[in-house]
């Protein structure tokens, strides 16, 4: 015997039968194989269901969003009254500042953003996002006013710290929010609130996700809002394509 090793099986690599998924390129690039290989996502190892906030709204009623639409089922829809007593009324859905209800199902480009991070996997119909399972929360931002910013990521904020003060028996399991949109600009150093919410999101178990500018600048020289917050918890998001 010159040479002995182990006998490796071989499986295939975890694709999705989703008839689109063949020209989504940016999976190739962010090696979603390889990922999906270890996880495709719905819950954790010690089985808390992983929701993502969405910082926009987001139509959720799509054929291919639907079973990943996160809902509140500590509310009771339309009763006008706060069922699971964390400071909002009827937020079924995910919640708007904006309006004070759940008014959130809406939007073409919040919908795109969805399917991108978590269009159903291996369900036989269009696309499939990075995650085939999770629990997508959307809450609408209105506009880039500070004040509706801050607005905004206080409702997953709430949830998640409900989700750990109960051991998750209320609350949801947020663990990372999302936010393609901004600021072109704009001055981390004029935005203290703003920065410092990435910095409380953090501490409650929330990373973030922010889609840079669309030019082709350094953030960090020109700025931007939220991308260039100085936040460990902030992951700032630049533009590729099919060549990478």
């Not at 089985?47 to 799509?62: F, K, M, N, P, R």
């Not at 269009?119 to 506009?143: S, T």
């Not at 509706?148 to 399991?173: C, D, E, H, K």
């Amino acid at each position: 015997v010159q040479l002995a090793q182990n006998n490796h099986i071989i499986t295939e690599r975890n694709t999705p039968d989703d008839p689109q998924f063949g020209s989504q390129w940016w999976h190739q690039n962010i090696q979603s194989e390889a990922a999906w290989d270890v996880t495709t996502g719905g819950v954790t190892a010690t089985g808390d269901t992983i929701v993502v906030a969405i910082i926009e709204q987001a139509s959720l009623t799509h054929p291919d969003l639907a079973a990943n639409a996160w809902i509140n089922h500590g509310e009771i829809p339309g009763n006008g009254v706060d069922d699971d007593g964390n400071g909002y009324v009827d937020d079924v859905r995910g919640w708007n500042p904006s309006t004070q209800n759940d008014a959130v199902y809406n939007g073409s480009h919040g919908t795109q953003v969805a399917g991108m991070i978590g269009a159903a996997g291996n369900n036989g119909n269009q696309v499939v996002g990075a995650n085939w399972h999770v629990k997508m929360m959307p809450v609408h931002y209105q506009n880039t006013l500070e004040s509706n910013v801050l607005a905004s990521y206080t409702y997953p904020l709430v949830m998640r710290r409900l989700y750990n003060s109960t051991g998750g028996n209320q609350g949801a399991f947020v663990v990372v929010t999302n936010a393609s949109w901004g600021v072109d600009g704009g001055q981390p150093s004029q935005a203290p609130l703003w920065c410092a919410m990435y910095d409380t999101l953090g501490t409650a178990g929330v990373l973030n996700c922010g889609s840079t500018t669309n030019n082709n600048v350094d953030v960090d020289v020109v700025g931007d809002l939220p991308t260039a917050c100085p936040s460990d918890y902030m992951i700032s998001v630049t533009a590729t394509n099919s060549n990478d």
